[in-house]
């Protein structure tokens, strides 16, 4: 305390040197601010000087050598944190050091969705007003590369969450989180996956991932999807599955899957190949990379929707046709 009391009145004596007649209210009294928010970013290395210089570009009427001598005399010039601030309402010289010290950041939000291919993903991003759009003119390939990403194809390589980031930050840095996210959640994953499973790298695991993602409408069935998928992929047999139809149709799917789509040849029509299709479909949440990695022990080679949410799991194809006369063809009478 004793040490701290002694700063406080060196500066007082220091601002009387300096012609600042009131000396200590001075740093207590409010700055002019703009009409409404104010917001600055304060880069790593900052001096005082500098971070003074900035909020005064952004029209905060903060006095700099008050605000330089205040931050170094208190010895909290050091303390000052990198990021983005905003300042909405009239505040002293000293509430303005005591919020860069504390790092009391700007934070923005942004919710990728579990489901969302890529160019959902870049959409939503490129729509957000407090990033900087550093990946506005990138293709996905130069985006990938900037973020450090090994592969070609940027389809589900996004972890779905509520991301927060400093006001003004970089839509790269973003990416490169999201990206990292996905990567270390699946690696997890993969590392706890039991023997036997049909997948041979984690890659081929969020491929079926996604697709899983995007067959399920009901939490509780996922594993049982996992399990019709890993059983057929086990025994050689097609997957069938029309998420991925439909995604080889591309932007053109006009929202009816035709017989004559199921037949059209795509390298993502599991109807007409086998295996696998060449990359994910969309981004799978972690219930559905969870699911692709411990599917339920099962015999399923088929499922069908109720139209509830919810599907119907059957051991063979007798069984599967009476659940589909049963719950797709009397709804489409």
Request: glycine share 8%; no cysteine.
């Amino acid at each position: 305390m004793l040490r701290l009391l002694t700063k406080i009145l060196l500066l007082l004596l220091l601002l009387a040197g300096l012609g600042l007649a009131g000396g200590w209210w001075l740093v207590q009294r409010p700055v002019p601010m703009p009409d409404g928010p104010a917001d600055f970013t304060v880069s790593p290395g900052s001096t005082a000087r500098s971070v003074a210089r900035v909020m005064q570009e952004a029209g905060i009427g903060v006095e700099p050598e008050l605000f330089y001598w205040l931050a170094r005399l208190s010895g909290r010039a050091p303390q000052i944190k990198a990021g983005s601030y905003e300042i909405r309402d009239r505040v002293s010289t000293l509430a303005l050091l005591d919020k860069l010290t504390a790092g009391d950041v700007s934070l923005r939000e942004l919710r990728l969705t579990e489901g969302w291919t890529f160019a959902q993903v870049q959409a939503a991003i490129a729509a957000h007003p407090d990033l900087v759009h550093d990946t506005a003119d990138l293709a996905p390939a130069e985006i990938l590369a900037r973020i450090g990403a090994t592969e070609s194809h940027p389809e589900g390589l996004f972890f779905p969450d509520t991301y927060l980031f400093d006001l003004r930050s970089s839509d790269l840095d973003l990416y490169r989180r999201a990206y990292h996210e996905m990567k270390r959640r699946l690696e997890a994953a993969w590392a706890a996956r039991p023997a036997g499973l049909p997948l041979e790298t984690p890659y081929e695991a969020l491929i079926l991932a996604s697709i899983i993602e995007k067959e399920t409408g009901h939490p509780d069935d996922r594993t049982r999807v996992a399990s019709v998928f890993a059983n057929r992929l086990r025994i050689g047999m097609r997957l069938q599955t029309d998420p991925t139809v439909i995604y080889g149709i591309g932007p053109g799917f006009d929202g009816n899957l035709r017989r004559s789509d199921l037949e059209r040849d795509t390298p993502y029509n599991t109807y007409t190949r086998a295996g696998l299709p060449p990359t994910p479909i969309a981004m799978p949440g972690q219930a559905s990379i969870d699911a692709a990695l411990q599917p339920a022990d099962t015999k399923y080679l088929y499922f069908v929707a109720r139209g509830d949410g919810t599907s119907v799991f059957s051991n063979s194809l007798q069984e599967h046709n009476r659940a589909v006369a049963r719950y797709q063809l009397r709804r489409s009478r």
